[in-house]
Every structure is written in structure tokens, then in C-alpha cells.
């Protein structure tokens, strides 16, 4: 049950949880990537004496070295040093926790290599969905859903046939701002909009929580990961995250998985799979809770998600350019230069001001992802 396992974006919410599952059972970890956290980086890197290690940050690459000098960690950087890892021959799993779509090109090299992969770079699969499912299916390289309500969609659906799924049913806490109004909504602070009532996060995801852009996202994850279409997926406000999703079959038999809100449970088993053994969390207590709670979702006042799903629908690259949008939009607001209500007026805006273009290569994800970005750009100035 040993694996090499390299970790991409290993200083973060994911990396930091998926570190601890290793340690748990022992695997060996072979490489390390982080962004810019050069000190956790090294002590990271002390522990668990990879082979190799990446700061994304070219800036911090000399600083890096020379905290790992007395180690025998080779140290590399940037996007060239991340896909080093991605593709190191050693891997059995490459887990990419990388934020936002710079994690699309590891997840490629990964792929390429003909490495599995722990995905918790939701954003990979919303700008290139069909280049990274095709890669994965002609290389025979299996792609391990780390998302919480993914994972448990992938695990709703073992041992049972995948032509007999009539659909899926996504669940969402809602965030901080479940049941507000647009008009309430207008003077949500930075602070407010940063505080999430079930999971800690990172900023970029607790943003897109509170805008309900990450219920977006994911409801294009689950599309390319599980061949789905649109209206095969429904989003379900469950405010207390203990039904991570459910799946519906033809029957009508709807099989859900239940846990308590701790990201380890789908970290092991996305790096064990199909191993079920002790995870470092707790244990679930329903009676603790009582009572679990349903209901629909606000697509008028939460514009984020209406958008995303709107943008699969229409396909083509509207899924690069809304998240490549909300990426810019959300930098805009966490550096105080937009209210929180205009990320999702953003973000929306892109679905009438570009014409849908086909995917075909990276380099079209690469060209909707700049063009949005300079469209946000421009909005966030004439603000
Ligand atoms: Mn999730």
C-alpha cells in the first residue's frame, strides 16, 4: 500500500492535509511544490525529504536553495520546475492542489507522463475539461476526484454500473450568505465574505464559497469527470456539509456519502483508492447533528453560479473565460479595489461581451484565459 507521491501546492489547505495522510500511512513523498511559503516549503521538505523540491515564485528560487543547501533536495522553480514534478518518473500519484488554472499545465505534463492523479485543481478541469479528460483516456491514466463532493460521487458509484446513474445531486453549505439578498449583499465586507461557517480554506476558495462560484465550478468538474450533461446535475443547499453528494439511479435509489467536514477523508481516498483504512479526522456523529437540511439554491442573487452554469451549457470556451474571470475578479476584490457584488456582475458580463470559440489545444485555453483577464482588467478600472 506504499506510494510516491508528489504533492503540487503542498503549503496549502489541500497540501498541508494531504501531508498529514501521508505521514499516516507512511508514503513516500518525492516531490514538493509550493507557491511562494518558502518556510513552510522547508520545513516540509526537512520532514519528509523529497527528491525534489519547486517554489513556483521565481523570486523566492534563491532563498529556497539556500535553506535547503545543507539538504540533498534538488530545488527548482516555476512553471518549468512544477511540471518537473508532475512528470518525475518516481510518482505512482501526482496530488495537484495547485489554485486557479495555473495548475492546467501540470495536470497536462502528469497526464503525459502517464501519471494518476489526485486532482483538487478544480480550476484545471473548468478551463481545459475536454483536454485533460482526452489526455486522460488516451494515455489510460485515472484522474482521482480530491474535491469533497466529487469524491463522494466517485465513491457513490462503486459497484455500481455507470450506465444505470440517471443523475447526480451536488451539495452546497450555501456559504456566509445563504439567504440574503441581493440588495443585502451590497455591503458585505472583505472580513465577512472571508469567514466560512463549515471549512477552512484558502482566500481564493473561500471567496468563490461566499459567491457560490465554487458550487459553479464544480458543477462543470463534476460534468467532465463524470460524462454528465447539464441537467443531469442538481445543486442542493445543505447548510450542514455532512452529505458530501448523492448519486440518483434509474430506480430511483439515491446513494449519498456522509462524513464529517474534514477535506483528509477524500485527500486518502483519492491516494488509496480503493483502500478504505483509519484517517487521521473524526468520527460522524448524526445524532450530534439532529437535523439535515435541503434547499434550493439563489441563482438570481448568487450570479457567479448562474453564470458558470450557464457558460457549460453554451460550452465552447466560456468555461475558461468565466473562471478566468472570476480568478481576476476576486484578486480585484481581496485587494479592496471592487465591492463584493461586483465579482459576480464581472464575472456575468464575459458571457455577453465574447463569442463562443472551440477548444482545441492548450493553446486556445491560454488565449480566453488572457483575453479575460484583460477584460476584468478593464472593467476593474473603469470601476
Ligand atoms: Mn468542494
Redesign the pocket.
Known amino acids: 500500500m506504499s506510494r510516491k507521491v508528489s504533492i503540487l501546492g503542498s503549503t496549502g489547505s489541500i497540501g498541508t492535509q494531504s501531508l498529514e495522510v501521508c505521514e499516516k500511512h507512511g508514503f513516500q513523498v518525492v516531490g514538493l511544490a509550493a507557491h511562494s511559503s518558502t518556510g513552510l516549503l522547508e520545513q516540509q521538505a526537512r520532514k519528509f525529504s523529497p527528491e525534489y523540491v519547486c517554489i513556483y515564485n521565481e523570486e523566492k528560487y534563491a532563498d529556497m536553495k539556500s535553506r535547503l543547501a545543507d539538504t540533498s533536495a534538488k530545488v527548482l522553480c516555476g512553471m518549468e520546475g512544477l511540471c518537473q514534478i508532475a512528470a518525475l518518473e518516481e510518482n505512482d500519484i501526482v496530488l495537484n492542489s495547485v489554485v486557479g488554472m495555473v495548475g492546467l499545465l501540470p495536470t497536462l505534463t502528469a497526464i503525459d507522463a502517464g501519471k494518476d492523479l489526485a486532482l483538487a485543481n478544480k480550476e484545471t478541469l473548468v478551463a481545459g475539461g475536454e483536454l485533460v479528460m482526452a489526455a486522460a483516456a488516451r494515455k489510460g491514466v485515472r484522474i482521482y476526484p480530491v ?3 466529487h469524491s463522494a460521487i466517485f465513491q457513490c458509484l462503486q459497484g455500481n454500473k455507470r450506465e444505470q446513474l440517471s443523475r447526480v445531486i451536488l451539495t452546497a453549505s450555501g456559504g456566509p450568505f445563504f439567504g440574503k439578498t441581493y440588495e443585502e449583499l451590497k455591503s458585505v465586507t472583505k472580513e465577512q465574505a472571508l469567514h466560512h461557517p463549515n471549512w477552512d480554506m484558502g482566500n481564493k476558495i473561500t471567496i468563490d464559497s461566499a459567491t457560490l462560484m ?1 458550487k459553479g465550478l ?1 458543477f462543470i468538474e463534476a460534468k467532465w469527470l463524470f460524462d454528465l450533461t447539464p441537467d443531469q446535475i442538481e445543486i442542493v443547499v445543505h447548510r450542514q456539509s455532512v452529505i458530501h453528494s448523492a448519486v440518483e439511479f434509474k430506480d430511483y435509489s439515491i446513494i449519498a456519502q456522509l462524513g464529517v467536514p474534514d477535506m483528509k477523508i477524500p485527500i486518502q481516498y483519492a491516494l488509496l483508492y480503493p483502500d478504505r483504512v483509519e484517517c487521521p479526522t473524526r468520527r460522524l456523529s448524526l445524532t450530534d447533528y439532529g437535523t439535515l437540511t435541503f434547499a434550493k439554491p439563489d441563482l438570481e442573487t448568487f450570479k457567479c453560479l448562474s453564470t458558470a452554469i450557464k457558460a457549460i451549457g453554451k460550452g465552447g470556451d466560456y468555461p475558461c473565460l468565466v473562471n478566468s474571470a472570476n480568478e481576476e475578479a476576486v484578486r480585484a476584490f481581496l485587494n479592496d479595489e471592487i465591492q463584493f457584488i461586483q465579482i459576480g456582475e464581472i464575472v456575468s458580463s464575459v458571457m455577453d461581451n465574447f463569442p463562443k470559440t472551440e477548444i482545441t489545444c492548450y493553446d486556445d485555453v491560454m488565449k480566453a484565459d488572457k483575453a479575460a483577464r484583460e477584460f476584468v482588467r478593464n472593467a476593474v478600472e473603469n470601476c
Do not use: C, G, Q
Open positions: 474535491d469533497s463532493e465554487n464544480e
